[in-house]
């Protein structure tokens, strides 16, 4: 099975920066998206940036213009930087991703917590 661990969660103030990131392992053959979700108290998971192959992006709307998501292939990491971070910001932040075996991949959730 592939594992996901994300890592770089915490406390912000509110305008602040944090940056995620997310590497895989396990018996992987490839991966063809990486991306971020995140879930906040009483809200449904909503997504936060997908990075396909070939480098194109896709960002919620809640996100656009301050986060920017990034991969590395060669280590299996996806990377989010979180810029300009606001209380509505605050959430669990998941990573996933979607390739080969199995077909999609997520991690355990990385506590972000951006105050006034």
């Known amino acids: 099975q592939v594992q996901l661990v994300e890592s770089g969660g915490g406390l912000v103030q509110a305008g602040g920066s944090l940056r995620l990131s997310c590497t895989a392992s396990?018996?992987?053959?490839?991966?063809?998206?990486m991306g971020w979700y995140r879930q906040a108290p009483g809200k449904q998971r909503e997504l936060v940036a997908v990075?396909?192959?070939?480098?194109?992006?896709t960002y919620g709307n809640s996100v656009k213009g301050r986060v920017t998501i990034s991969r590395d292939n060669d280590k299996n990491t996806v990377s989010l930087q979180m810029d300009n971070m606001k209380p509505e910001d605050t959430a669990v932040y998941f990573c996933?991703?979607?390739?080969?075996?199995?077909?999609?991949?997520w991690g355990q959730g990385a506590q972000v917590t951006v105050s006034s």
């Open positions: 996933t991703m979607i390739g080969s075996p199995g077909g999609r991949w």
């Open positions: 396990g018996n992987i053959i490839n991966i063809q998206v």
């Open positions: 990075n396909f192959e070939g480098g194109t992006t």
